[in-house]
């Protein structure tokens, strides 16, 4: 359980199941359903105080209806992040909209969805519109770095967030045989002052079972590359279901011995407060 320190989990994903009134545009490996009520009641188990909420691509694409119900069934307990359209020729607008919307922190990018060019317009747009609104992109990178490491330079105004610590995570298991293979690239990330990257579903890259301890020494070195400060723990839920659980993804993070208190304060929650601005109602 919480200890006295304010536990916010960096990714999180909502969604209902499918039905033709919001139908899913694809399939995301996890349950058929998990609901906001769903989300507070595995986070209230674990005294998670709050999670940014993503809206799952894969499933509803560029509309974020469900996850703004979620946020007005349980406002303070999420942040929001949505993902935009880069080839949308009023994509600098719809940022600023949603940027003005009740527990929006962030947007996002989903490099993987098709081949881009650092010179891509769309792309560019975004992040600037970003920075303009104040909320920090996040960007879905893995396979794409030195794409990312380009863009990262031509904005250095925007706030870019790399997702799930910028590596192929799986869906299923096994874990990749060698899973932290582009570590090189995600380390040059960090010279770049405006990118922060989140540790997002890390145990399913294990070899190991729970507590999961060979992602440890890679992590430091993403650790020590970055500064703590600039690095945001997270589970992926849902995403991550089939190869841990919930209480696995948060409870790893907290048994170790490779973090101290302090450490274990900045990545789990403090560094997130700063990074998207946002705390959670009630928390410390």
């Known amino acids: 359980m919480a200890t006295g320190i304010s536990t916010i989990d960096c990714q999180v994903h909502c969604y209902e199941r499918n039905h033709p009134r919001r139908p899913w545009y694809g399939f995301l490996q996890g349950p058929s359903e998990v609901t906001g009520d769903d989300m507070v009641a595995a986070m209230d188990s674990l005294g998670v105080d709050g999670a940014v909420l993503i809206s799952p691509f894969s499933l509803y694409r560029y509309d974020p209806?469900?996850?703004?119900?979620?946020?007005a069934q349980h406002p303070g307990r999420f942040g929001l992040v949505k993902p935009f359209d880069p080839n949308s020729a009023s994509v600098a607008d719809e940022i600023a909209q949603w940027a003005n919307k009740p527990g929006v922190v962030g947007a996002r990018i989903m490099l993987t969805s098709q081949e881009f060019e650092a010179s891509h317009p769309g792309l560019n747009r975004i992040l600037a519109a970003g920075a303009k609104a104040g909320i920090p992109v996040n960007v879905m990178c893995s396979g794409k770095l030195p794409l990312l490491r380009e863009l990262a330079r031509r904005n250095p105004n925007t706030q870019i967030v790399v997702d799930h610590l910028g590596l192929v995570q799986p869906f299923l298991p096994p874990p990749p045989s060698e899973p932290f293979a582009d570590l090189p690239?995600?380390?040059?990330?960090?010279?770049?002052?405006?990118?922060?990257?989140k540790i997002s579903g890390a145990g399913t890259l294990s070899h190991q079972p729970f507590p999961y301890e060979d992602i440890w020494e890679p992590l430091r070195q993403i650790f020590n590359a970055f500064g703590l400060e600039r690095c945001m723990w997270g589970t992926d839920w849902t995403r991550a279901v089939n190869l841990l659980s919930y209480e696995q993804g948060v409870e790893a993070f907290r048994v170790t011995d490779q973090l101290s208190?302090?450490?274990?304060?900045?990545l789990m929650g403090g560094s997130l407060k700063k990074i998207y601005h946002w705390s959670p109602e009630g928390s410390s």
């Open 65 to 71: 209806s469900y996850i703004l119900e979620v946020y």
């Open 261 to 266: 208190d302090s450490e274990r304060a900045v």
């Open 185 to 197: 690239n995600v380390l040059s990330l960090a010279a770049l002052d405006n990118v922060v990257i």
